[in-house]
């Protein structure tokens, strides 16, 4: 069963920041304000799904990796502390801030700096992810091959 929860749950994981990167640049490319205040105020609610599908991903990738030294799977391992302490440390914080601001109105320089962080490391999120999302795929494939 942990083959088949932890793709799907780092797929939730990647396909939400996905969502929350795409659809805050398309808030505040062709939005006001008040769609701008919408998005941040469910991007702060999608972290119920989000958060939940990072720990568990996190969780079942360490169970299925167990002691492995394979180096697609060690450059997974390197990857996911960075992957959550940037949720952690930056995007989480960064969203309550800017709901916050926005939910009064508050688009001033501050809030496009933090804005500006936000989208920087959400792109670093989606990178990384993706990275071990192609090296999952790899990993898979390599024990359906008949040669593995």
Do not use: Y
Not at 5 to 34: C, K, N, Q, R, Y
Not at 61 to 85: C, H, N, S
Not at 98 to 103: E, G, P, W
Not at 117 to 128: D, F, P, V, Y
Request: glycine fraction near 8%.
């Amino acid at each position: 069963m942990i083959r088949h929860l932890h793709p799907l749950a780092a797929g939730i994981a990647l396909a939400m920041i996905v969502l929350f990167w795409t659809s805050t640049v398309a808030a505040e490319a062709l939005g006001d304000g008040a769609l701008v205040a919408r998005v941040k105020t469910a991007i702060l609610w999608g972290m119920v799904v989000l958060v939940p599908a990072m720990a568990v991903a996190g969780a079942t990738g360490f169970r299925l990796a167990g002691q492995a030294r394979a180096p697609r799977i060690l450059a997974k391992r390197r990857r996911m502390p960075v992957i959550a302490l940037n949720g952690l440390c930056v995007l989480l914080p960064c969203s309550v801030f800017l709901q916050a601001r926005a939910a009064t109105g508050m688009f001033d320089t501050t809030f496009m700096a933090v804005q500006a962080l936000e989208l920087t490391a959400g792109a670093l999120n989606i990178t990384l992810m993706g990275l071990s999302l192609r090296d999952g795929h790899a990993l898979a494939a390599s024990r359906r091959s008949p040669a593995a």
